[in-house]
């Protein structure tokens, strides 16, 4: 049983410069969820698929960033011309579920990918 | 809005002894579920135990408890017998049905366990 996995663990990338993440989600699950986490806070929500459909994403995700999930598999994050304050590390998240998500539904974490702009 | 505060930047703890975590937390929907994750040095962000509000007995996972105080919308994490690899940070986080696709979470609290 393969847990989320997330790839790179670790990007360093020079201002400006475009960066993209991988996240591959626990099979089965249809949900993925990116998070944002920078030092001494708790994770922040971007975004949310369902399957392939991109359903919600936050205020924090400005039009640098873009998330795809084709075919309802893996997920893809791209940050274009990034900037100092986009560093942070990049959580990835699955769950299973049917309908809309629920209050007792359970995410499944990876290790996130640490992003440093320098 | 959703809002949850743990006060408790770092707290130490003996080996074999229980420790509390608090949290409290802000919500006006009557349906809401309440998590705790841990995510030690490795950054993975573990589920340790979920409580529901309309659970009626606090929820219990081996060395893990919740202590839940509907009335004081509070949600403290109780560890006992702590082990050394307890050592990590402690998320507590909520998702209500306002805001049903987000799991918000507090800023953490980081344990240390001494030998």
């Known amino acids: 049983d393969t847990g989320v996995s997330q790839d790179p663990r670790h990007k360093i990338t020079k201002r400006g410069q475009n960066v993209t993440f991988r996240c591959d989600p626990i099979?089965?699950?249809?949900?993925l969820y990116w998070y944002r986490q920078t030092l001494g806070q708790g994770p922040e929500f971007l975004t949310y698929f369902q399957n392939e459909a991109q359903l919600e994403k936050s205020r924090l995700l400005s039009d640098r960033f873009s998330a795809e999930r084709p075919k309802g598999s893996f997920s893809t994050l791209e940050i274009q011309r990034t900037e100092q304050g986009d560093s942070a590390m990049y959580l990835c998240?699955?769950?299973?579920?049917?309908?809309?998500?629920?209050?007792?539904?359970?995410?499944?974490f990876g290790s996130g990918t640490q992003l440093s702009v320098l | 809005a959703q809002k949850i505060t743990q006060t408790q930047p770092g707290m130490f703890v003996q080996e074999k002894e229980a420790v509390t975590l608090d949290c409290t937390y802000d919500?006006?929907?009557?349906?809401?579920?309440l998590f705790w994750y841990k995510q030690p040095s490795s950054g993975e962000m573990i589920f340790l135990i979920y409580q529901g509000s309309y659970d009626q007995q606090n929820a219990t996972e081996g060395r893990y408890s919740l202590n839940f105080q509907k009335a004081r919308k509070s949600a403290n994490l109780v560890i006992s017998a702590s082990q050394l690899g307890d050592s990590a940070m402690y998320f507590c986080?909520?998702?209500?049905?306002?805001?049903?696709?987000?799991?918000?979470f507090g800023t953490g609290t980081r344990l240390t366990v001494i030998p």
């Open positions: 919500t006006s929907d009557p349906s809401y579920g």
């Open positions: 998240a699955s769950s299973l579920g049917t309908g809309g998500p629920t209050t007792n539904e359970k995410l499944f």
């Open positions: 986080a909520m998702r209500d049905v306002t805001g049903a696709n987000n799991l918000f």
């Open positions: 099979s089965e699950h249809n949900r």
